[in-house]
């Protein structure tokens, strides 16, 4: 199966600014996050040192955030688009 990732801001920067993964099926977001499928530096900008989405880090899939859904669990389905932000701040 294909998933869209796009990045947006400083995380261009570590990763393309868009990337069609391929992912086995019944994949979940935790193997998207993984060196498999992204550079060791695009990781230790998301993922903290225990294994958790940094809580500065925003993770859409299909618009919805994956914080309201299964976190790292989230399944993950063909056509899938998984948006990451980085820290927001500004005024």
Partial sequence: MI?????????????????NLKLKEGAVLKDLL?????????LEV?????GNIKPSILILKNGRNIRLLRGLLTRLEDGDKV???PPVCGG
């Fill in 3 to 19: 998933v869209k990732v796009k990045t947006f801001a400083n995380l261009k920067e570590v990763f393309r600014e868009k990337a």
């Fill in 34 to 42: 993984s060196p498999v499928y992204l550079p060791s530096k695009a």
């Fill in 46 to 50: 998301i993922i903290d040192e225990s």
């Fill in 83 to 85: 948006s990451i932000f």
